[in-house]
């Protein structure tokens, strides 16, 4: 992560800091080693490529041999359960190289105007192509290649990160363990992945010798979504089992349910960027807190120098030292009670993720979606490149904006109430505040009123003594008339406080809740104008249509079933084949039942002139109503088969 604090906003600061940048000049630095990583990452992509096989054919297969070779190569599966961690980690070493997207303006200004937005985007795909290998080796079907390329690889990259963290010392901001400090998270992601490859080639090996790789078969379905459908097949336990205040309040472990990859991922990536963003915005305001103490050290000077008027002098010094004090308090307090809520914001995804996603495979679109609304298919396939990024920079902005407002709500809390506190000013404290507090408690005790008022005057007594609450209906008519009158022009005056109030706490939310993409900012009504909400549910229904545990499991039943028919139809039946796999039998009554059923449900029209319903009269046999053609339900059916 050195790329992201030595190109970032502290470059030009002082010359302190280019003084202490001189002896990085005999060793690699990690931006000069994104361009000479190039040719290497280029280098395992053609190999992984070329060993890669094609499901197609085409017409360079009949003119060069390829056997199959020469496909296209996928650096993740983002709909996938496997690898998620590994995923998790690579993911977390590209994720100072994002940030470094964002500071390294010190080569693009050489130049011209027109030509910066082209270097930016050629300078993104140049990091994308140095960071792909992490995922191609990871990914291939070619383990043992994959695992050797990929742990040289990592290792590269671990040693040039190691040798620039002590070759070229940073300012120490954080003390003596300033680089450790910002650079662990990176040295932790590349130790992981050199263990992970390291794991992949022994397990690789392993199996080579005992040759169990020659009948291994891959399978589409996850032993977590075998285990859901066989959940909803059992009958339901009679009462719940008691759960624990941890699984009640809390978090409650599903062994049903796995999260993919790509959320994995996105977590991961989440907690390193915003911690590389905590860290640099400490470092700037540690700065600019030191610049505020030595200007009240200079100020100090020049108030000394020039006696007169010294009692003014001393409270101007002493005020200050004050408001510097308050300012590093302040912020060093927000900026905990920030991080906290990003953090917590990041899990709160993973748990809106998982109770949305049971949501649709109950069939509650309608928590997300309206009747009438759609979402188009091309959105939903974009969502999933989208959500990421979105994710990145709304968790970011979010945390910026929150520490902002806390930082100015601190302030203003700190000089208003604290501070004559402190100071033993409480006269004026109460003189300042005493007729707003005696206005809230009037406000709060007329409001109390008026719910005793409404629920014991007004409404009707309780129909029987089971009931939660009274009826709504209206007694006392006459007395309800004239207190409604009178409270018309009390109302007048609360409503306009209430406005404020109002549009106060919409703010305070919609600041609060811009890191969160599971719930919208605008008001219901205007969700498609949220465009990071709409890649959520957008995201969601893409995942929801392409795991959906049901349906895996039908098309794995459907595959295992066509590859044991086209095996018997090649080798024949063996002694322990049941034949009735094979050729399943049905009552031919049924089937013509069934087929009756279907007909009759498409065309209800036709059920007039069946044979015992021709000399019936027709109010004994009401007309159904006309069910459009499609597809129905299993109740529907059994319904109608009654009926018919």
Known sequence: MEDFWRTGFLNDSSEDMDNSNSSCEDSVETEAFIHLSLPPAVFIIIVLSCLEKRIKRCCIDEKIPLHGHCGIMAPFDILAFSNRWSLGFAFGIIADKVMYLFTSDHFISLFPRWAKVFVVLIHAVEVGISMYPFFACLSTSYVITGAILGFLYTAAWMFISVVDYFLCPDNNFLGEYDNLIKGWPSLVCYLFLLGKFVHIFVKAII???????????????????????????????????????????????????????????????????????????????????????????????????????????????????????????????????????????????????????????????????????????????????????????????????????????????????????????????????????????????????????????????????????????????????????????????VGFFSCLMRVLRSTVLGAFLVGRLDRPVMPKGFEGCDKAYKSWVAMLLMDHYHSNPILVCFCHILDTKIRQRQWQKVNGPTENTDMREIAPRVSGRARKRWLLLYTLLNNPSLLQFRKRRLGSNPVDFPQPCAVPPGDHSTDQLVRWDQHV
Not at 311 to 319: P, Q, R, V, Y
Not at 330 to 353: E, G, H, N, P, Q
Request: with cysteine.
């Open 207 to 493: 199996v080579r010798c005992r040759r169990d790789s020659v009948n291994e078969e891959t399978s589409f379905v996850e032993t977590h979504q075998i285990l859901y459908v066989q959940q909803l097949l059992r009958k339901p336990l009679p009462e719940p089992p008691q759960k624990s205040w941890i699984r009640r309040k809390m978090y409650q472990w599903d062994p049903y349910f796995r999260f993919p990859s790509r959320m994995i991922a996105t977590a991961v990536l989440l907690f390193v960027c915003l911690y590389t963003f905590v860290v640099g915005e400490f470092i700037v305001s540690k700065f600019t807190i030191d610049m505020l103490k030595n200007l009240k050290t200079l100020l100090d000077h020049l108030l000394q120098s020039s006696p007169d008027e010294l009692e003014e002098t001393m409270a101007l010094s002493k005020s200050f030292g004050e408001f510097n004090t308050v300012v590093e308090g302040v912020w060093i307090c927000t900026t905990v009670a920030s991080s906290v809520m990003s953090v917590a914001y990041v899990l709160l995804m993973l748990a809106c993720y998982r109770k949305h996603i049971k949501k649709l495979r109950a069939g509650k679109k309608c928590y997300f979606l309206t009747e009438s609304e759609i979402v188009p298919s091309t959105q939903c396939v974009l969502a999933l490149g989208r959500f990421t990024a979105y994710q990145i920079a709304y968790i970011i902005w979010g945390y910026l904006i929150m520490h902002l407002m806390q930082f100015v709500a601190g302030m203003i809390l700190v000089y208003v109430i604290i501070l004559p506190m402190v100071h033993g000013e409480w006269a004026k404290l109460l003189d300042k505040w005493g007729t707003v507090i005696l206005s809230f408690v009037l406000v709060m005790l007329l409001r109390r009123l008026e719910l005793f008022a409404g629920s014991r005057v007004f409404l009707q007594p309780k129909i029987s003594p089971k009931d939660d609450q009274r009826p709504l209906a209206l007694d006392n008519r006459k007395a309800f008339v004239n207190f409604s009158y009178f409270l018309f022009f009390h109302s007048v005056v």
